[in-house]
Every structure is written in C-alpha cells, then in structure tokens.
C-alpha cells in the first residue's frame, strides 16, 4: 500500500521539493516537485502534484494573487484526497486541513484584503521518519 512506504523512499527531487515547502521556498518546492511528478508513473505523482499546487497557492497569495491561491488550492484538494492522513510518513491529513484554512481564510478576506493575510497559516509537512 503506498501509506506504508517511508519519507525517504520518495523520488530525491520531491525530497528535495518537500523540505524546500517547509522552509517556505515555494517556487523552489515546485520546480523541485514538478521534476519529480514528471519521473514518476505511479499514484505518488499525484501526491507530489497535490503538495506543489499548496505550494503555489501559498506562493500567489504571498504575492497577493487572490485568484491565483484560490483555484491552486481548489486544484490541490482534488490531487490530495485519495490519500491516506499518513502517507510516506508525512502527515497529509493535517496539510489538507491546514490549506483547508488558508482556502477559508483567503475566502473570507477576499481579494480587496489579501494584504492582511497572516503568513502565520502557512505551515510546514509534518514528517516523521527516523535516520
């Protein structure tokens, strides 16, 4: 099942994508996960799509795209929801519901108020693997 396989069994550039998501590089998280997504064959591109498409909203609404963080989110939540809350040993329930908030949260400001969007939301994967 794919929820069994560990962090670390992920293609190095989605990796690479991931941590760079948790550090709040956004463009770089998605040229990272978008080089992986295009190796890849199997069910995990999707996982790696979803992850980039929160990345790009995170980055359009740090750019006051209301529009542009809008319809990613809408994009990841469809790439997202087949999976397991633990998935690769990263918690994908919890970066569902934490673009979940941002999504309501850039709802309720609109794009007349995007500038008073709290970064503060954009939180990092939550992974647990051991070395």
């Not at 929160?54 to 997202?80: D, T």
């Amino acid at each position: 099942m794919i929820g069994s396989n560990n962090f670390k069994s992920l293609h190095p550039r989605a990796i690479k994508g991931i941590l760079l998501f948790n550090q709040k590089e956004y463009f770089e998280a998605h040229e990272e996960l978008e080089i992986a997504w295009r190796d890849e064959k199997n069910k995990v591109r999707e996982l790696y799509q979803g992850i980039l498409q929160v990345g790009v909203a995170y980055f359009h609404i740090q750019r006051r795209n209301f529009a542009g963080g809008k319809i990613m989110i809408e994009r990841s939540a469809k790439w997202l929801a087949s999976f397991p809350d633990t998935t690769f040993d990263m918690n994908i329930q919890k970066l569902k519901s934490d673009s979940d908030l941002v999504y309501k949260t850039l709802l309720q400001l609109g794009p007349e108020n995007i500038a008073k969007f709290n970064p503060i939301l954009f939180t990092q994967i939550e992974i647990q693997y051991e070395d």
